[in-house]
């Protein structure tokens, strides 16, 4: 069965383990494993702007002996000038993957649905799994482990980072609170779906209108712009001074209620000023480089699990 990753929950707790287990490894010794050797084609396919997507699909897929190929979605456009099916018929026979940045999760289901290799979803309005993954890697280096650790995000709770730090974190048996104002609430299904994943896995998963009883002793604290792509138009009201957002922005003075040695991660990009100060993301807490690197190597896992499987 073509395996693919859609969304955060399409891996089970078990399977993250070792996809994280296989980044540590591949981080270690990075030609280690080699399942694109040919080298075999992956299109890497972008809807949105992208600079650390980009970067690092190229990397993995080269590293894994492969083909990146980056496709400029906005010249192929895709669903207007060809349906979603037709182009994963094209792309699919010629691709051992597919990698995909686009709008709708129906975009890329649909693309699943037709492709008949591995679909892995590079953001999605709903989703940013592969973030996720990168995320956990890089508190899982700092931290040793990731079962029973407290995340905090703070911004924007019903965007893409929001959704897949809920699924995502439950699976690894954390604690994840959102942050965020009653009016930017995470997707009611989500929610419920990463509380049931959270009791499975002796997590929790809950929201909070107090950015500081969110943030309070939690071991990794996180945010997001407060403008995701796509919500250009909003710039103003989301970023302006009567933004709903403000009280969530990460100062130090939030970040000091966090524990002591409590980690500052951002996907990236960020706007200092707005989501977060320049004293958090350039302080000594914050640990974004490291994860903007490991999106390479979680990625790298990833494919290599989705092509290899578990072995
Ligand atoms: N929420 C942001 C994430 C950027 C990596 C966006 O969708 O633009």
């Not at 957002?245 to 991660?265: I, K």
């Not at 350039?282 to 480089?289: A, E, K, L, R, T």
Request: glycine share 8%; proline share 5%.
């Amino acid at each position: 069965m073509t395996r693919h990753f859609l969304r955060d929950d399409d891996l089970t707790a078990e399977e993250q383990t070792l996809v994280l287990q296989r980044a540590l490894e591949l981080k270690a010794a990075p030609f280690s494993r080699r399942p694109l050797e040919g080298p075999r084609t992956v299109s890497v396919v972008f809807d949105k702007p992208t600079l650390r997507t980009q970067v690092s699909f190229a990397g993995a897929i080269s590293q894994l002996g492969g083909l990146p190929l980056v496709v400029d979605g906005n010249l192929a456009q895709i669903g207007t000038r060809e349906s979603i099916a037709d182009v994963a018929r094209v792309l699919g026979p010629q691709s051992a993957a597919i990698v995909w940045r686009t709008h709708g999760q129906d975009r890329i289901e649909e693309m699943a649905r037709y492709a008949g290799v591995p679909v892995v979803n590079a953001l999605t309005d709903e989703f940013h799994p592969c973030q996720i993954l990168a995320d956990l890697l890089t508190v899982l280096e700092h931290k040793g482990s990731l079962k029973g650790l407290t995340l905090a995000y703070v911004g924007d709770g019903a965007n893409n980072m929001a959704h897949s730090y809920l699924l995502g974190c439950a699976l690894a048996g954390m604690h994840v609170r959102i942050g965020t104002p009653p009016s930017h609430q995470p997707d009611a299904a989500i929610l419920a779906r990463a509380q049931e994943i959270a009791a499975e896995q002796g997590g929790s998963a809950t929201v909070h209108a107090d950015a500081a009883q969110a943030v309070a002793g939690a071991d990794a604290v996180v945010t997001d712009t407060w403008v995701s792509m796509g919500m250009e138009e909003q710039k103003g009201d989301r970023q302006g001074a009567d933004s709903p957002f403000v009280p969530y922005a990460v100062t130090e003075e939030l970040m000091a209620g966090a524990d002591a040695d409590a980690l500052f991660l951002h996907c990236l990009p960020a706007y200092r000023g707005f989501e977060v100060v320049s004293a958090v993301i350039d302080g000594p807490q914050s640990v974004v480089w490291d994860e903007a690197e490991n999106r390479l190597h979680a990625q790298k896992a990833l494919l290599s699990f989705l092509l290899e499987g578990p072995a």
